[in-house]
């Protein structure tokens, strides 16, 4: 599985329902886990977001997929982005690989990152 750090706006529609029935965001996380996904974490955000979500989806088509039902609901606008555990970063940092290679490998995302041989670090 990946995580993903979506952020989202409501649309006017979106504000609207969540004014009438704020369930409904509750309703809407349980319709994602029911799919199989996992919310890590949700916020309620002020400023240029209304609302920060990190997931754990298994590949980038899944979570563009899910993106996509979502905002077709015309509730909200999805902003997503991939999310890199820093401790697994490091450890890619930090690794020997053949990086044409890898790149070659991981181009469309399809590995989580706890499935990638990374190699030890050097020390």
């Not at 039902?69 to 606008?77: K, M, N, P, V, Y």
Request: hydrophobic share 35%; charged share 30%; no cysteine.
């Amino acid at each position: 599985m990946g995580l993903y750090l979506m952020l989202s706006n409501l649309t006017d529609k979106g504000r609207q329902r969540v004014k009438s029935h704020p369930e409904r965001i509750n309703e809407v996380n349980a319709e994602v886990e029911s799919r199989g996904f996992k919310i890590v974490a949700q916020y309620a955000l002020l400023g240029g977001y209304d609302f920060a979500t990190i997931l754990d989806v298994p590949d980038n088509w899944n979570m563009a997929r899910l993106a996509m039902d979502l905002g077709a609901r015309g509730t909200i606008e999805p902003h997503t982005f991939p999310a890199l555990r820093t401790d697994e970063f490091v450890r890619f940092m930090r690794s020997e690989h053949d990086e044409e290679k890898w790149a070659r490998w991981h181009q469309y995302g399809e590995i989580a990152p706890h499935d990638r041989d990374l190699g030890s670090p050097p020390g």
